[in-house]
């Protein structure tokens, strides 16, 4: 039990800083990773450039200055990609760090492709300015600086190794393939064409998976060629970041397909037609809902992970018991998620919590205003759950 309860820990994000109210976490492989860039900074980067003129704790310290940079610069991306979103109506549940960068969960879906195409050039956007930036901090520094001293030297090679890794990273997210930033790009313009958005998902999902490929046979290559070549040791590092860097582009690329693909065929084709003006007409669908008899550990390791939202609705059979509000699990202590399932800590529903479909916009305004989650389920004449609506699907419909 205990051993399970530290791992169930470690995998989850720690919570480091709150920025425009969203929660900045760090997953636990990030400190690694960042200790390593530290080390690979310091010895190829700075050592390397001043011909290991100095100490190594010289190189370490500016290594961790460079990489502590490099760490803001992802937050920046990310916040870019938040913030333009919360432009369009979305807001962010959180901004997570991990070993492959970064990544902003928002709440629901872009409504149209619009949206989504400037949500997923911001973050690169971001990065590019980031890199002229630190490119005219370097201009500076070397047109200023008097005597070319220690830390002349380091501070202009910290500000070129921030301008490249930028300008890097907005080139990389900008392939067009999902999971990345390009990918985002690509279907909210095939969306837009095609006017649906499982088939530019596809599209989309295809292009990430020849990136993975090739980035999964470049390692390879770099691999065997290091074994013939006798630069195995050399080799080995950039070989398995891209190798682990495909896998992990390929696995997102296809989940993110899965879910887009779930929500189209949990859809009932032989609904009716909502009528313009109700709650069914702006509803989002389908809903992910979670059973009442699971653990909270089982929702956050099974549901939360692939899901993005900030309400969730307890329900069995379709049959809604109640609503699961993220707020309140953060008050529960981590030694109890094992013991305690949903239906100890949701919240009880009551005529506030929820509207039908053929519900005026009108009243589910007010009904919104009317409870603390400012979330509502929606159910259709049987009382089944359908859907549910925020403030955020109201302004979007308006």
């Known amino acids: 039990m205990r051993l399970r309860w530290l791992k169930n820990t470690l995998q989850r994000p720690l919570v480091v800083a709150q920025l425009f109210n969203i929660p900045i976490k760090v997953d636990a492989t ?30 370490l310290f500016h290594g961790l200055i460079a990489t502590a940079l490099l760490f803001v610069s992802i937050l920046v991306h990310e916040l870019a990609h938040a913030l333009v979103a919360r432009m369009e109506g979305l ?15 928002l709440v629901g879906e872009p409504r149209h492709a619009l949206s989504e195409l400037r949500i997923a050039v911001a973050g ?3 990065s590019f300015l980031l890199a002229v930036i630190f490119w005219l901090c370097l201009l500076a520094v070397n047109l200023f600086a008097g005597q070319r001293d220690l830390a002349a030297w380091m501070t202009i090679n910290t ?23 390009g990918g985002r ?4 313009w095939l969306w837009h064409r095609r006017k649906d958005v499982l088939s530019a998902t596809k599209t989309a999902k295809q292009f990430g998976v020849a990136i993975a490929y090739m980035l999964i ?16 040791w050399r080799d080995t590092l950039a070989a398995a970041w891209l190798l682990a860097v495909g896998v992990y582009l390929m696995n997102a690329a296809e989940n993110d397909y899965r879910f887009r693909l779930q929500q189209q065929t949990q859809a009932p084709s032989n609904a009716p037609t909502p009528a313009e003006g109700t709650a069914g007409a702006v509803m989002r669908t389908p809903v992910v809902s979670v059973e009442p008899h699971i653990t909270i550990s089982e929702f956050i390791d099974r549901t939360l992970a692939q899901h993005r939202q900030t309400n969730f609705p307890v329900a069995s059979g379709g049959r809604l018991h109640g609503i699961l509000a993220l707020e309140r699990l953060r008050a529960i202590p981590k030694e109890q998620w094992e013991r305690l399932a949903i239906r100890d800590v949701m ?8 509207v039908t479909v053929r519900a005026s916009l009108a009243h589910v305004a007010h009904q919104l ?30």
Not at 159 to 179: E, K, Q, R
Not at 217 to 232: E, P, Q, V
Not at 347 to 354: A, C, L, Q, R, V
């Open 30 to 59: 990030w400190l690694p990773m960042a200790l390593l860039h530290t080390w690979l900074v310091a010895q190829f980067w700075f050592a390397r450039g001043l011909g290991n003129a100095f100490p190594l704790w010289v190189y």
């Open 91 to 105: 807001q962010t549940y959180d901004i997570q760090l991990h070993i492959f960068g970064g990544w902003a969960r």
């Open 124 to 126: 690169p956007a971001s």
């Open 159 to 181: 500000f070129l190794y921030l301008a490249v890794a930028n300008l890097t990273l907005a080139i990389f997210n900008l392939l067009p393939g999902l999971p990345l930033d």
């Open 185 to 188: 790009a690509l279907r909210a």
């Open 217 to 232: 046979s470049y390692g390879l290559f770099l691999f065997i060629s290091g074994a013939w070549r006798g630069t195995l």
């Open 347 to 354: 919240s009880p529903i009551d005529e506030t919590h929820f």
């Open 369 to 398: 205003e009317h409870n603390e989650f400012h979330w509502l389920a929606v159910i259709d004449a049987e009382g089944q759950l359908v859907g549910s609506v925020t403030k955020e699907d109201l302004r979007a419909a308006a």
